[in-house]
């Protein structure tokens, strides 16, 4: 096993050095600990003491003579559920210092703003964005897309997009997977009009919302953000004159 290995268990890369190192060493004292990590022996000490709070590691001896043993690795368990805990109560207090956290923010000059997100994480990073919107979503939509990107992270965010209440109007593109989105409307709390895939040849999805417009090409896992009150009004205007053009949904297959 090596230190990237455990780093799956929730370690960051120094500890995990940190770890791994005491479990070949047996007992050791921190310059001994630091030199086979490589990594500087007052960062080790830091390290030791914060493994040795989370159970991980335990010491014999003095101050003087202090030397650090690894635990059983089975507390890797214990180490994971205290950390849940503890990002559990961060959470909570985050949540509570959120009304004045915007206050500042909104006092901030309010200048534009381009955002580029790279990756499967940066397009879910998007998408969770969305989920802090306080106005309906008005999207365009190739089904085909979403369904390439991720159905198992689709239907969640559907379902949790719901619960929110962020009600959401698309415009999608008429191909094979059309349907289903369009039966799943009412429980996804989305309005849908369908349009023939010759008249949308559309293939990054497009989110307006807030003051935002998002553009997120799954297909290459990228996306572009812009946050501007004049942009995203201009956006919802020709989402209001497709939508009208769409007319009622014509569903044929």
């Known amino acids: 096993m090596d230190s990237k290995?455990?780093?799956?268990?929730?370690?960051?890369?120094?500890?995990?050095?940190?770890?791994?190192?005491?479990?070949?060493?047996?007992?050791?004292?921190v310059s001994e600990i630091a030199f086979r990590a490589k990594i500087n022996r007052t960062t080790a000490y830091d390290i030791l003491e914060n493994l040795v709070r989370y159970a991980l590691v335990s010491y014999v001896g003095d101050k003087k003579t202090k030397h650090y043993v690894a635990e059983n690795p089975e507390l890797l368990v214990s180490y994971l559920n205290q950390k849940s805990r503890e990002f559990k109560?961060?959470?909570?207090?985050?949540?509570?210092?959120?009304?004045?956290?915007?206050?500042?923010?909104?006092?901030?000059?309010?200048?534009?703003?381009v955002k580029y997100y790279e990756g499967e994480e940066g397009i879910i990073a998007m998408y969770e964005d969305s989920l802090t919107s306080g106005t309906d979503i008005l999207s365009w939509l190739d089904p085909s897309q979403t369904h390439e990107f991720s159905d198992e992270y689709m239907t969640e965010y559907y379902k949790r997009r719901a619960e929110k209440q962020i009600h959401m109007r698309t415009i999608l593109k008429d191909s094979p997977l059309t349907k289903a989105i369009f039966e799943r409307d009412e429980a996804e709390d989305r309005e849908s009009r369908i349009v023939p895939a010759e008249m949308?040849?559309?293939?990054?999805?497009?989110?307006?919302?807030?003051?935002?417009?998002?553009?997120?090409?799954?297909?290459?896992?990228?996306?572009?953000?812009?946050?501007?009150?004049?942009?995203?009004?201009?956006?919802?205007?020709?989402?209001?004159l497709a939508w009208k053009q769409a007319g009622a949904p014509n569903i044929t297959r």
């Open 5 to 29: 290995e455990l780093q799956q268990y929730g370690l960051s890369e120094k500890e995990a050095r940190i770890y791994l190192a005491l479990m070949e060493m047996g007992p050791s004292a």
């Open 200 to 240: 949308m040849d559309i293939v990054p999805e497009c989110y307006i919302y807030d003051d935002k417009v998002a553009y997120m090409s799954l297909h290459e896992k990228f996306g572009v953000m812009i946050e501007s009150k004049d942009i995203a009004d201009a956006q919802r205007s020709l989402f209001e």
């Open 89 to 113: 109560e961060k959470a909570e207090e985050a949540k509570h210092k959120l009304p004045e956290l915007k206050s500042i923010y909104n006092l901030l000059p309010h200048k534009p703003k």
